[in-house]
């Protein structure tokens, strides 16, 4: 969010820099005498504060696992929990999931979480002031999964399905979404069933050094799966990693990614603009509209031993339709983070990023894993 503001960070890096400069010492001296250990299992405290919620207590667990026999030809699994309580009795919990099964044969990925929090609203648009802001507090529990099966090597097809619902949503009144009654203003539950075709060479699927993802899926949203409104999404993700040095860590990451929507959508499913995987710097939702389209590069350099950093910069829009995007109006977003590995068989990393956006605004984040 826009304004997280992670006081704790010095605090937690330091508590990272004790945990990690202990373990290295030890898994230096005994990597030759004893076996990897299958699964790593990471937890981390979060001290969160933002104007709309003060202060916030949780925590960040990720753990790291493989599956089956075949260890070499299998990518290792990820399960990251997130549980956030503010001193405003918010609620924010979310697991999500990425498993590969003995030697790839199939892929697993989702999440489940519930949400209790507010963010601000400033209508549906790409042109938007920054004084139709208005808080929105809300109820959102959200599930989605999707089963691939590996064709060849490299390359998935698969199901997919999500299901979210919006309850005790409460606008400032006489506020803008009050007023407007957008779709979904009051509440909404969607139910969507869809495909989806993944070519992934990734070497890691946390922080990857080369290789390179490329998605294509498609979500059927309808009264017939128990929703309230009928739309479809298509979505575009396609990333390229480069490893620029044969023996440093020096990598390029690219990406670029779309995400285009037919029919009546509840304001809260149009494709957001911003958050903390592309366009950093803008708060997520700043604009939104049935169409999204965004590109993004980030350079990632190590620094020393554990600590590693970034720069970054990303460019792109919302517009009602895939024909009035305008390159020459495009929003621009840019950035430098902080990487400290805590497990460097997994390659996990903590990411703190600071973006700012081309309209002024800025935003911290905090989390495991890259961003992409």
Partial sequence: MKFRIALSVLLLVWIVFTKVNLSQAQTDTTTQKKKEKNVKMITLPV??????????????????????????ATRASNLQTYFLYTAQGQIDGTARYTLFTNEEKYVINGRFSYLFFPE???????????????LVSYRRVRVENRVLRK????????????????FQVRPTEGGLLETSQVPGYNGSRVSGLGAAVVYDSRDNILA????????????????DLGGEFDYSTVTVDLRKYFKLFAHRKHILAIQGYGNFITGTAPYKELSEFGGGTIMRGFYQGRYRQNDYMAAQVEYRLPIWRWIGMTAFTGVGDVAS??????IANAKMSYGIGLRFEIDKQNRTNIRVDYGRGSDGSAGFYLEIGEAF
């Fill in 47 to 72: 001290l969160y504060y933002s104007p709309e919620t003060r202060f916030g207590l949780g925590a960040l667990a990720s753990l790291s696992f493989k599956m089956g026999k075949n260890k070499k």
């Fill in 208 to 223: 990857p050094y080369k290789g390179a993802y490329l998605e294509l899926s498609n979500y059927n949203y309808g009264s």
């Fill in 120 to 134: 601000f609203y400033y209508g549906i648009g790409n042109r938007l002031p920054k004084e139709n802001e208005e």
């Fill in 151 to 166: 064709i060849t090597q490299k390359l998935f097809v698969g199901l997919q399905y999500r299901y979210v619902e919006m």
């Fill in 321 to 326: 339709d895939i024909s009035k995007f305008d």
